[in-house]
């Protein structure tokens, strides 16, 4: 089987900054931070969609996109459906790899961690912060579940509507939120050639090691 050419020669030269160890914080996170800011900046449509890669403890792995709701010096949260395949996964295997991607500005940020789930009254605070149709849409979902077709989905969400008007949509006991806890983040920086900056942290004794890795 031959390469498509027209896939193959797909390449870009990035040329638009530099990742210097000088430059950088000390601390991952407020070096996240920083950068999170600048995508806010640039305009990026959604800089906290994020990959979120997890295992099954046979080590089967599987990705999709999700989106950051938080972080903080204790990591970098998310929320779903505790009894979808992601959520099935982090119960066998707590452990996660984030992958954000930001285009315009040639930047990539992985980290590497543990997994927990957060407290009961960050999840509550944050599902009644939710618009109600994404409320009632966590009820709606059995997310991962197979359906025989999509007028299922409209019709239970069409019933909840009706049952929650007026009042109050309780958080589902299925749905909650997590935390990724970092030991591991690496920004890259494209840079010309594909000779591209990789700064690599790494905890250690609760100390960031930073070093620099070759592209």
């Known amino acids: ?27 991952p996170i407020q070096q996240f931070q920083h950068w999170f800011t600048q995508a806010l900046d640039a305009n990026i449509i959604e800089p906290n969609a994020m990959t979120l890669a997890t295992a099954s403890k046979k080590g089967v792995p599987s990705a999709r996109i999700v989106l950051l709701k938080g972080v903080d010096e204790r990591g970098f949260v998310f929320y779903t459906n505790y009894e979808s395949r992601k959520g099935q996964e982090l119960a066998e295997n707590p452990q996660a790899v984030l992958v954000f991607w930001w285009d315009v500005l040639e930047r990539q940020v992985r980290i590497e961690g543990t997994v927990e789930k957060v407290s009961d009254q960050e999840t509550e605070d944050y599902f009644h912060s ?8 966590a009820w709606a979902s059995n997310q991962s579940r197979i359906i025989s077709n999509r007028e299922v ?22 749905w909650g939120g997590y935390r990724v ?33 070759s592209p």
């Open 130 to 137: 939710r618009p109600r149709t994404s409320q009632l849409g």
């Open 181 to 213: 806890v970092p030991h591991t983040i690496e920004f890259w920086q494209g840079r010309p050639s594909r000779l591209h900056d990789r700064l690599h942290y790494q905890l250690d004794n609760d100390n960031w090691l930073l070093k620099r890795l």
């Open 1 to 27: 089987m031959t390469n498509d050419p027209s896939i193959a020669d797909l390449r870009l030269n990035y040329t638009r900054q530099q990742l210097n160890e000088a430059n950088v914080d000390p601390n």
């Open 153 to 174: 989905l409209e019709q239970y969400w069409e019933e909840l509507t009706r049952q929650y008007q007026d009042q109050e949509i309780p958080r589902p006991p299925h």
